[in-house]
């Protein structure tokens, strides 16, 4: 194979790899240089000539002349007798130049040679689709559906780039088919060998920030910031809103008139129910905003303890937990105090602390987790519910309930 040959089998790159001829020149210079190394054992005195514009190569070998009994190092040294084979006018302590053809590597060299320069190409291409990834991590991007698998889908963007949507990473209620166009935030890249794992994400909070930030112009403009958003992906979502500037209502202009501006949110994110707060600094006004659609008559803050005591009517009650405990644990999240619903006249009431030595802490834990820290706000839900609301079997329930009914007969 010619050096100029080899040059001209690799012209595909520039243009599928999107890499420039002199970078893959450098490339090429890098693999001959690890070639003439496993041949000659060093390549210090090998000079590699490139013409990118020719498409053209010359490797140049450079030895000193010694006597012919005194060769010791021959990768450096030519003998005499060698030297004047070349040109019969040089003499013994003058520098030889002798040009190098890739054949004189052999077959298996020009093969292995080959296969290194496509690996380092390959190696090139993938760092700069890592470069390019990181720095669109966090933003939104869309992708199709190439191959569905139990847990991931496969994406391929318009340039063919790979990216993953692990299924953990998906919206429960999320159903894609082959072509269909998916977006959500680039969560994380890394390097994984010398390939780039791409990880999209439609659950992140981060995801939902951006939305806003496509969807509603204030929030892009900078008019209105987005203070801090929390979700359980597909159910509820709590995003708290502020703007600098008085004349404008952030919450309305979140949503807009009749819900039109927050639609094609709401829409995406598989019928997620959106709730958009006014933030503010008052944080007895910020936990009963955050507990929304739920009327609150009372607070009681304990700052050093981030907890705060919350007292409703019982009709409320309901409303603040919210389904399945979703409204109380992301009021929580979003305000970032644990918060504790007390019924308004339940001094009857028996905290459910007070029933420890009959069931057991973790039981009781389960219950607070969805806002039942009483006697009466389990007594006074359906079982059904209760199975739904914490992750405790039908049966513990049940033998909770029978201990609660008790301690009231007595």
């Given at each position: 194979m010619e050096n100029i040959a080899l040059i001209d089998s690799f012209s595909e790159f520039?243009?599928?790899?999107?890499?420039d001829r002199v970078t893959l020149m450098a490339i090429l210079e890098d693999v001959l240089r690890n070639a003439l190394k496993k041949k000659y054992g060093d390549d210090d005195n090998f000079d590699i000539i490139i013409n990118p514009d020719k498409g053209?190569?010359?490797?140049?070998?450079?030895?000193?002349?010694?006597?012919?009994?005194?060769?010791?190092?021959?990768?450096?040294?030519?003998?005499?007798?060698?030297?004047?084979?070349?040109?019969?006018?040089f003499e013994i302590g003058e520098d030889v130049a002798e040009e190098v053809k890739l054949v004189d590597l052999g077959r298996r060299s020009i093969l292995a040679?080959?296969?290194?320069?496509?690996?380092?190409?390959?190696?090139?291409d993938n760092t700069n689709i890592y470069k390019q990834f990181k720095d669109l991590e966090g933003e939104i991007y869309s992708a199709e559906v190439h191959h569905i698998?139990?847990?991931?889908?496969?994406?391929?963007?318009?340039?063919?780039?790979?990216?993953?949507?692990?299924?953990?990473?998906?919206?429960?209620?999320?159903?894609?088919?082959?072509?269909?166009?998916?977006?959500?935030?680039?969560?994380?890249?890394?390097?994984k060998g010398n390939k780039p794992a791409i990880i999209l994400s439609r659950t992140s909070p981060i995801?939902?920030?951006?939305?806003?930030?496509?969807?509603?112009?204030?929030?892009?403009?900078?008019?209105?910031?987005?203070?801090?958003?929390?979700?359980?992906?597909?159910e509820k979502a709590k995003v708290a809103v502020d703007s600098y500037d008085d004349r404008i209502d952030p919450v309305g202009a979140c949503v807009?008139?009749?819900?039109?501006?927050?639609?094609?949110?709401?829409?995406?994110?598989?019928?997620?129910?959106?709730?958009v707060i006014n933030f503010t600094n008052n944080l007895n006004l910020f936990i009963t905003r955050a507990?929304?659609?739920?009327?609150?008559?009372?607070?009681?803050?304990?700052?050093?303890?981030?907890?705060?005591?919350?007292?409703?009517?019982?009709?409320?009650?309901s409303k603040a937990i919210g389904r399945g405990g979703h409204n109380i644990r992301l009021a929580g999240q979003l305000t970032g105090y644990e918060i504790d619903v007390f019924r308004e006249g339940a001094e009857e009431d028996v905290e459910l602390s007070e029933f420890s030595d009959e069931i057991e802490e973790w039981i009781i834990q389960e219950f607070s987790k969805a806002g039942l820290d009483t006697a009466k706000s389990i007594l006074e839900q359906d079982v059904e519910d209760l199975v739904k609301r914490t992750d405790l079997e039908e049966e513990t329930i049940l033998d909770v309930i029978r201990i609660l009914k008790e301690e009231f007969e007595d």
């Open positions: 520039k243009d599928e790899k999107l890499i053209d190569l010359e490797i140049w070998r450079n030895r000193i002349v010694v006597a012919d009994d005194e060769v010791e190092e021959p990768n450096q040294e030519i003998a005499l007798s060698e030297a004047q084979k070349i040109e019969p006018d040679l080959r296969q290194n320069l496509i690996s380092k190409i390959h190696e090139h698998r139990h847990r991931a889908i496969i994406l391929l963007d318009d340039e063919g780039n790979e990216i993953i949507l692990p299924k953990d990473k998906q919206i429960p209620s999320d159903f894609f088919r082959k072509g269909e166009n998916v977006r959500g935030i680039i969560e994380s890249v890394e390097l995801f939902l920030e951006k939305l806003f930030e496509q969807e509603i112009p204030e929030v892009f403009d900078g008019l209105i910031t987005i203070k801090k958003v929390v979700r359980i992906p597909g807009g008139m009749k819900g039109s501006r927050i639609h094609g949110i709401v829409r995406e994110l598989g019928n997620e129910n959106i709730d507990l929304s659609p739920a009327r609150v008559t009372s607070i009681k803050i304990d700052e050093e303890g981030k907890r705060a005591e919350v007292l409703l009517k019982p009709e409320e009650v």
